[in-house]
């Protein structure tokens, strides 16, 4: 690997560090590394890779996708290449991927379909677009990041209240028939129950996203 390409790659990541102000795990220093040398590789043979999740990259982790935007600034002025945006997106990625520990980049993917698609499940249980930008919304995704996170990495909360659940059944009904919904969807896919715990937390944040 060119030893322009690594010390751009140390820039890029000097940066992220700066911007998210988080710890990164020290394997981004190699993963990134090789994902910018064949990504470079790819242009210079013009071939282009189109990113899926380009749009949930930038409405769910939208600070890591400014760092790939800032990371395309970087290589187009130290190594003269200029990546298309999907790039971006793809090195968002592994920024999410070096936040999250013994957490995989297939799993990190497999985390941001989950949560596009526990959102779409809310869209169409109430018929409604969310505001994407209030505050409820933006503390909703902070939950279902920390959310999905744990159920890739197998950690369950345990139940504390179950007559609070009982409670929100009655006062939040419809929320609480989304909140079900969203139980079969990670049943059927990732064969995980949810505790009843979990289930409250969804249900209130439900509420307060289809609300605000």
């Given at each position: 690997m060119p030893l322009e390409q690594i010390q751009a790659t140390n820039e890029i990541i000097s940066f992220a560090k700066a911007s998210l102000g988080k710890k990164l795990?020290?394997?981004?220093?190699?993963?990134l590394a090789d994902h910018i040398n064949f990504a470079?590789?790819?242009?210079?043979q013009g071939i282009k890779v189109k990113n899926a999740l380009l749009w949930e990259i930038k409405k769910l982790y939208?600070?890591?996708?400014?760092?790939?935007k800032e990371a395309l600034s970087i290589i187009k002025r130290r190594l003269n290449v200029e990546l298309p945006e999907d790039?971006?997106?793809?090195?968002?990625?592994?920024?999410?991927?070096?936040?999250?520990d013994d957490i995989s980049m297939e799993k990190t993917t497999d985390m941001t379909k989950m949560i596009q698609n526990?959102?779409?499940?809310?869209?169409?249980?109430?018929?409604?677009?969310?505001?994407?930008y209030s505050?409820?919304?933006e503390r909703f995704?902070?939950?279902?990041?920390?959310?999905?996170?744990?159920?890739?990495?197998?950690v369950t909360i345990e139940d504390q209240d179950d007559q609070f659940l009982e409670v929100l059944k009655t006062k939040y009904r419809k929320e609480y028939e989304c909140t079900l919904k969203i139980k079969e969807y990670i049943h059927s896919e990732f064969n995980w129950a949810l505790s009843e715990d979990e289930m409250v937390y969804l249900t209130?944040?439900?509420?307060?996203?289809?609300?605000s």
């Open positions: 795990s020290q394997n981004i220093y190699i993963s470079i590789e790819r242009n210079g939208n600070h890591e996708y400014l760092v790939g790039e971006a997106g793809f090195i968002a990625l592994h920024f999410v991927n070096a936040l999250m526990i959102l779409n499940i809310i869209k169409y249980h109430f018929n409604l677009e969310l505001d994407e505050i409820h919304y995704i902070t939950h279902l990041k920390f959310f999905a996170q744990r159920i890739f990495m197998g209130i944040h439900i509420n307060r996203v289809t609300n």
